[in-house]
């Protein structure tokens, strides 16, 4: 693994690591390069490097494919049969259950997909690893799971998601492949309970069936 200088393409340091390189993460207030690698036998270990001076400065025999830094960039979360909350400066670990009451969590993985402030968004996993479509939010200060949905189409068909931008205001874009191709305005707290609008052309268009939750 190298570390150059954007400007001047200069290598300013150098590190070999025996295990294949997973997922690389940068906390440039902090200024910690995190590197995620994995064994041949799928083991995985996760470091903290100096990104100035190239020095390792915390190693932790634990990780996984799967991983979000917060928007403060102070914290790295993994899911490994519950939440796992890694501090970017020193690598100190909390490992917390998910809390499911009213039965939300309709799979046994998650994928993180983004930390905000106190809520972190997620997409459902299947046992072959796989999305499937379901994602939801859960509050970092309870880790209570507090909503969950899979869309249906007009014909009650799954939406298959292709991409996902969460908002801390309650407003989320969505775009799909599958059954058609369309971007979705969502909002789990809307008003006039309308479960999801298409956008067309830029206007936004109700959709008044019902999601499962």
């Not at 995190?34 to 799928?42: K, L, R």
């Not at 305005?185 to 019902?210: A, C, E, M, S, W």
Request: charge should be positive; glycine fraction near 6%; aromatic fraction near 10%.
């Amino acid at each position: 693994m190298r570390f150059i200088n954007d400007f001047t393409s200069e290598e300013l340091w150098r590190i070999e690591f025996n295990f294949n390189i997973k997922k690389v993460r940068y906390s440039s207030i902090n200024k910690i390069v995190i590197v995620i690698i994995m064994s041949e036998t799928y083991n995985y270990e996760t470091i903290g490097i100096n990104s100035k001076n190239g020095k390792i400065v915390w190693r932790l025999d634990l990780g996984g494919f799967n991983s979000v830094i917060t928007d403060d960039e102070n914290y790295l979360y993994f899911y490994n049969d519950g939440l796992l909350k890694i501090s970017c400066i020193d690598g100190n670990q909390n490992k917390t259950a998910i809390k499911d009451v009213g039965h939300r969590l309709h799979h046994r993985r998650i994928s993180i997909r983004r930390v905000l402030k106190d809520k972190l968004y997620y997409h459902g996993v299947n046992d072959a690893g796989r999305p499937n479509h379901m994602f939801g939010q859960i509050n970092l200060q309870t880790n209570l799971i507090e909503w969950e949905y899979k869309l249906l189409d007009l014909e009650s068909k799954e939406i298959e998601l292709k991409d996902w931008i969460p908002s801390n205001e309650s407003k989320h874009l969505i775009t799909s492949l599958k059954p058609v191709k369309q971007t979705i305005h969502f909002d789990p707290n809307d008003p006039k309970n309308i479960p999801y609008r298409t956008i067309d052309k830029g206007v936004l268009k109700d959709r008044n069936n019902l999601y499962s939750k």
